[in-house]
């Protein structure tokens, strides 16, 4: 976990900029001692927001099994895809 002042984000935005990029992670920034704000880069942030897309249809998929929706191996799936190429 990288922690830094408001401080340091205010007088040294380049360093920190920086060390968003190169570490990938949310960088806590405190004020008064106090945690106050999360800085990450866009890219880091919009992994997570992927990562958390992802998990979200897994769990709505895995709903969708545990309440009795039809599964499909994926040959099964593949032959569905191909009848339905056939005939549109």
């Known amino acids: ?10 007088n040294d935005y380049g360093t920190i ?3 968003a ?5 949310p960088i806590y920034i405190t004020k008064n001692g106090e945690g106050d704000l999360v800085v990450m880069s866009i890219e880091a942030f919009e992994q997570r927001e992927e990562a958390l897309k992802l998990r979200a249809r897994l769990e709505a998929a ?14 099964e799936s593949r032959k569905r895809l191909e009848a339905i190429y056939q005939h549109g």
């Open 1 to 10: 976990m990288i922690i830094k002042s408001s401080t340091a984000l205010r």
């Open 17 to 19: 900029s920086e060390l």
């Open 21 to 25: 990029h190169n570490e990938g992670e």
């Open 62 to 75: 895995e709903q969708a099994r545990l309440a009795g929706t039809p599964t499909y191996t994926l040959d």
